[in-house]
């Protein structure tokens, strides 16, 4: 049997998107979803990653380990400095949804637009952005911009007022930078759509990330 893989969720709003890419992507491995939207609540509370969140979330990967994964992916942006300390303390690889697309983005140009609709997130992207620029040798400069607003909308089922605040800070970004990241998984739909209308890459965290744990498990199957 293939090795099991785990997703840790701060928000509901992932759970299928995550799962469905998951199933086209790695079809045959199997998946199960962690769920606590009461962590991204204390970190947009608090306005940062906080130590409780931190240990919190090592008890989930814990559980999760114990529970069969062979493989754990956070996919919250907000929180993804704490995979780092955390793996420390797992015997399975612990991933971020979004160091993939990280890597990708300093690849791809040095002038890169951040978009963001969780004012927490766009820390620890832009650390991530800037640590990846720096592994590789490469200046690095980093425009972004958040819409509170749009996350509002989501949370409130409101798809279409989101896509269009987003859209927005995308049309103003793109004339200024060499590729535009989506700093949270929850924006992943609307790149699909929003891609034709622009020269530039729109990169989103979850299919680049979820590929990437699917490499992960591969080369961990062959050793």
């Known amino acids: 049997m293939p090795p099991c893989l785990a997703f840790l969720h701060t928000s509901l709003v992932l759970v299928e998107p995550v799962r469905h890419l998951a199933q086209r992507l790695l079809p045959g491995i ?14 947009l509370q608090a306005g940062e990653l906080t130590l409780g969140v931190v240990r919190r979330i090592g008890r989930l990967a814990v559980n999760a380990e114990e529970a069969g994964a062979g493989l754990i992916v956070l996919t919250c942006s907000s929180a993804s400095p704490a995979v780092a300390p955390l793996q420390a303390v797992l015997r ?18 040095e002038r890169i637009g951040v978009v963001a609709t969780v004012r927490t997130t766009v820390g620890p992207t832009e650390h991530l952005l800037k640590a990846k620029a720096a592994a590789r040798g490469r200046p690095l400069e980093i425009l972004s911009q958040v819409s509170a607003e749009a996350f509002e909308a989501l949370v409130c089922g409101d798809r ?10 995308c049309r103003d970004l793109a004339g200024k930078v060499g590729v535009l990241v989506f700093a949270q998984g929850s924006m992943a739909p609307l790149a699909q759509r929003l891609q034709p209308e622009f020269s530039i890459p729109i990169l989103t965290s979850l299919e680049l990330g979820i590929r990437r744990a699917g490499e992960v498990l591969g080369s961990r199957a062959e050793a």
């Not at 279409?160 to 800070?169: G, K, Q, Y």
């Open 160 to 169: 279409a007022r989101h896509d269009a605040l987003v859209s927005a800070i």
């Open 30 to 43: 199997p998946t199960f979803h962690v769920v606590d939207e009461s962590l991204l609540q204390e970190i």
């Open 92 to 109: 399975i690889p612990f991933l971020a949804i979004d160091e993939a697309m990280a890597e990708r983005a300093v690849a791809t140009a």
